[in-house]
């Protein structure tokens, strides 16, 4: 009974650490990641924009529902989010936001299309507030804050250069 008692002590004051350094951490926070394709600027926008077929593409995304033509509703292996399409500028920016309320998180990604001698430059920008001081403590420390970024910029990666083999292994067929 006493190792029981021990144990749930120790249980409890580690959540407790956790809470406590959850709560004094920033809510808001503002993280970008990069990356350079050998596409021109239209072409990865044209895919990033392309929201319903997300599910093709990037891991984790099981379906998309666009609700409206600023809205659409995604669904993944960790939810179901509600994002709003604030800013539309083809193969320049494109600008979503959670638009729920109660998730215990919230924020924008701003993604902007760069041209460079290499192709084009995405930067994703992600402004975030994290109003759960648990969700804050795991996105600060066991996650990261660039997590989600890394993960659709590794999709897209993907997504481009399977283009380039489909291309080529079309070529070699001829």
Request: aromatic residues 8%.
């Amino acid at each position: 009974m006493k190792i029981l008692l021990i144990i749930l002590a120790v249980i409890a004051g580690i959540i407790a650490i956790v809470m406590i350094a959850g709560a004094a951490l920033p809510k808001n926070h503002s993280v970008s990641r990069a990356a350079t394709f050998k596409r021109d600027r239209r072409s990865v926008y044209e895919v990033v924009r392309n929201v319903s077929a997300a599910p093709q593409w990037r891991e984790g995304v099981q379906k998309i529902e666009v609700l409206d033509d600023k809205h659409f509703r995604e669904h993944s292996k960790t939810g179901v989010v509600t994002y709003e399409i604030v800013e539309d500028r083809p193969a320049q920016t494109f600008i979503t936001r959670i638009a729920d309320k109660n998730l215990g998180y919230s924020g924008s990604w701003t993604h902007q299309f760069d041209e460079t001698p290499e192709g084009t430059r995405l930067t994703i920008t992600e402004n975030g507030e994290v109003s759960n001081v648990l969700f804050r403590f795991m996105s600060r420390f066991v996650f990261g804050h660039t997590a989600s970024i890394d993960a659709y910029l590794k999709s897209l990666e993907r997504k481009l250069t399977s283009n380039d083999r489909a291309v080529a292994e079309r070529a070699i067929s001829r």
